[in-house]
Each structure stands twice: as structure tokens, then as C-alpha cells.
């Protein structure tokens, strides 16, 4: 079992610019989750999907955006880049398993915005 | 006022001695995780409670639900400890994670 992983690992963009991200989850789970955790800080919550549907969001702008492919498999997508946007990106995946919800989380993508 | 508070923020210790880090919330959760990050980024669950206590190796996570507090002690401290070890909780009705700021913990040999 590979586990959740992540592409790119690093990934660096200019301002304006759009990017995306894309995740692989662990073998027989079903629910994908997106954090970006900025540097010195703890993760913050993009967004959830499930059966290809965004299921829950944080308090991200509409420039965030995702996908749920029906192999499970998942992209970020983020538009018109920002500075502010540098960040560590982590995708974690998971599986209802008697009402609790286990997250697996991936290497992340490191992604620098000049 | 975050909701998931950790602390120390920044902690050092010398090898072989206890470790402590606390962790309070403000919400009513479902379960509560502790994880471990090293530099580069990488996240590893290390436990998922949601009553009593849990042991690992030399790792032991306690959670008081009636407190609303969770601790994560480790013994016999090694350098190869040395990352941020993070607070994160479920709600009680959500799906998501909602995380502590960390502790970053330097263990000196």
C-alpha cells in the first residue's frame, strides 16, 4: 500500500499565475482533504470531497477550487496567484470507520509564489 | 480566541528527560488527533483519541473529555524526536479537521 501521495513536491509559480496540485489517496479510502499550512503555522482547512463532490469548505476564496476524479484521486486548483498563497499543501485521505474518521495524510507539495 | 490551543508553542529538553504538551479546546469533538511533523513537512498521525488514554512506544496520549483538555507525553526523549507535534480535533458535527498551532519540540543529545 503506497499511502497517500502527493505531486509535485515543490512546485514554484509567479503572481497571476494558476496551479494545481494533485493527490492520490490510500488504497480503499474514499474521502480526499485539502490544508494549507503556511509556514510556522498549523494546517488550515481548504475543503472536502467525497463521490466527487465538494462535501465541506473552510474559509478559502473562490480561487481555491478541486476536483474528485472517480478513482478517488484529487486536484487543487488555485487561480490568480498570490504571494500570500506560498504554502505547504497537504492532502489527506480517509475512511468513515465507525462514525470516526481516520486521516492518512500525504508528503505535501511545497508550493513558493514569486 | 482559536479554538484548538497548544502549549508550549516551542519546547527544548534534553535527551532522556519527559516531555509534556497540552492541548485545549473550545468545541465539542468527536475524536482528537496528535500528529507529527518534520522539517520538509510531512504529517504522521501518531494517535486518534476520543476517551482515556493511549500508549505507543515511548509516546502516551491522555484526553479528559469532561475538561475538554488532551495531553502528549514522551519518554526518554531522543533527538530523533525533534519536530512539531500537533493538536487536531473533529468536531462533534463536521468532517474536518481543526488544528492546534503546534509545539515544536529540539531534543539535544
Known amino acids: 500500500d503506497a499511502g497517500v501521495t502527493q505531486s509535485p513536491t515543490h512546485l514554484i509559480k509567479t503572481r497571476g499565475q494558476q496551479v494545481t496540485l494533485r493527490c492520490s489517496p490510500k488504497s480503499g479510502h474514499d474521502t480526499v482533504s485539502w490544508y494549507q499550512q503556511a509556514l510556522g503555522q498549523g494546517p488550515q482547512f481548504i475543503f472536502q470531497y467525497y463521490e466527487e463532490e465538494e462535501r465541506q469548505r473552510g474559509n478559502f476564496p473562490d480561487r481555491f477550487s478541486g476536483h474528485q476524479f472517480p478513482n478517488y484521486s484529487s486536484e487543487l486548483n488555485v487561480n490568480a496567484l498570490l504571494l500570500g498563497d506560498s504554502a505547504l499543501y497537504l492532502c489527506?485521505?480517509?475512511?468513515?470507520?465507525?462514525?470516526?474518521?481516520?486521516?492518512?495524510f500525504g508528503p505535501g507539495t511545497r508550493l513558493l509564489v514569486l | 480566541k482559536n479554538e484548538v490551543e497548544q502549549s508550549p508553542q516551542n519546547l527544548t529538553a534534553q535527551e532522556g528527560e519527559f516531555i509534556t504538551i497540552n492541548c485545549s479546546y473550545s468545541?465539542?469533538?468527536?475524536?482528537l488527533h496528535w500528529l507529527q511533523q518534520h522539517p520538509g513537512g510531512g504529517i504522521v498521525s501518531l494517535f486518534m483519541?476520543?476517551?482515556g488514554k493511549k500508549k505507543h512506544g515511548r509516546l502516551i496520549a491522555t484526553i479528559n473529555i469532561q475538561e475538554k483538555h488532551s495531553s502528549l507525553h514522551i519518554t526518554a526523549s531522543h533527538p530523533r524526536d525533534s519536530a512539531v507535534y500537533i493538536c487536531?480535533?473533529?468536531?462533534?458535527?463536521?468532517?474536518?479537521?481543526?488544528f492546534g498551532g503546534g509545539t515544536r519540540v529540539l531534543v539535544k543529545p
Open positions: 468545541v465539542g469533538i468527536s475524536a
Open positions: 487536531a480535533v473533529f468536531k462533534a458535527a463536521g468532517n474536518k479537521l481543526t
Open positions: 483519541l476520543s476517551s
Open positions: 489527506a485521505s480517509s475512511l468513515v470507520d465507525r462514525g470516526r474518521e481516520t486521516q492518512y
